[in-house]
C-alpha cells in the first residue's frame, strides 16, 4: 500500500525566499507531524495535526515557519525568508492516532532543503 | 527540560552477536516509549513500543526493555545480521503520553553488524 509522501525530495533555494514543501499522509491517518532532522542531530518536533487543527505549534522555531493541514489529508509547510540554519531534511509522519491511545508514526522519506 | 542519551558512538557487532544498545531518559514520566530504525537517506521505521507497565516487548529477533525506575530503555538484537546495521533511534512523547504528542527523539545509535 502506499506509504507517506513528501515533494519535493530535494530544495535548493537562495537565502530570503519562500518555500513550500508537501506531504500526503496514509490515507486514513487523522494525525500528522512535521520534523527536523540537521546534520548530525536528531529528529526536531515542529507540530503536530489532529485533523485539520493544529493543537501543538510549540515546536516551530520561528514565526517565518507556518504549517496548514486541509481536507484531514494534504498538508504543506512553509518557511519564509529562509535562512541558511533552515537547512535540514523536512520530515513527514502520520499516524492513526486518536486522543488518549498511543500509536506508531510512519515517516516520509523526507525533504532535503539547502539555503545558499 | 526532557532529554534522551543514546551512545552516539557506533557500536560494532559481529555477525552472529547480540547487539544492545541503551536509552537512558531524564526528566520525564512518558507513558510509552518507542524505537525506530533510520538508514542513510531514509525516515524512521516504527520498530516497536512498550508501554510503561510493560516490562519487556518481543518482536521476532527483537526485544525492548522499559525500567521506569531506572529510566531506561535496553534495546536488543539476538542473531544479528550485517542487514540490520542501520541508526536506531529511542524517541519518547513530548508530553509524557498526556497531550498532542509529537515525539521527542535520541541522536540514534549507529549499529554496524560485521560479517
Known amino acids: 500500500g502506499a506509504g507517506v509522501s513528501q515533494s519535493p525530495s530535494n530544495k535548493v533555494t537562495e537565502k530570503g525566499k519562500d518555500v513550500e514543501l508537501r506531504c500526503d499522509p496514509i490515507?486514513?491517518?487523522?494525525?500528522l507531524y512535521w520534523y527536523r532532522q540537521s546534520l548530525g542531530q536528531g529528529l526536531e518536533f515542529l507540530i503536530y495535526?489532529?485533523?485539520?487543527?493544529?493543537?501543538?505549534k510549540s515546536g516551530l522555531p520561528s514565526d517565518r515557519f507556518s504549517a496548514e493541514r486541509t481536507g484531514g489529508s494534504v498538508s504543506t509547510l512553509t518557511i519564509q525568508r529562509t535562512q541558511q540554519e533552515d537547512s535540514a531534511v523536512y520530515l513527514c509522519?502520520?499516524?492513526?492516532?486518536?486522543?488518549?491511545?498511543?500509536?506508531?508514526?510512519?515517516f516520509g522519506p523526507g525533504t532535503r532543503l539547502t539555503v545558499t | 527540560s526532557q532529554k534522551i542519551e543514546q551512545n552516539s558512538e557506533a557500536l560494532n557487532i559481529q555477525e552472529g552477536k547480540t547487539a544492545t544498545l541503551t536509552c537512558n531518559y531524564t526528566?520525564?514520566?512518558?507513558?510509552?516509549l518507542q524505537w525506530y530504525r533510520q538508514d542513510p537517506g531514509r525516515g524512521p521505521v516504527f520498530l516497536l513500543l512498550i508501554r510503561e507497565n510493560e516490562k519487556e516487548k518481543r518482536k521476532e529477533r527483537l526485544k525492548v526493555t522499559f525500567d521506569t525506575t531506572l529510566k531506561q530503555s535496553l534495546f536488543h538484537i539476538t542473531a544479528s545480521q550485517p542487514a540490520d546495521s542501520a541508526t536506531y533511534l529511542c524517541a519518547l512523547p513530548d508530553n509524557s503520553g498526556g497531550g498532542a504528542d509529537g515525539l521527542t527523539f535520541g541522536k540514534g545509535t549507529h549499529l554496524i553488524i560485521q560479517p
Open positions: 509522519a502520520s499516524s492513526t492516532r486518536t486522543s488518549g491511545a498511543h500509536y506508531e508514526q510512519y
Open positions: 526528566n520525564y514520566s512518558p507513558a510509552y
Open positions: 490515507s486514513g491517518h487523522t494525525a
Open positions: 495535526f489532529q485533523g485539520n487543527s493544529a493543537p501543538d
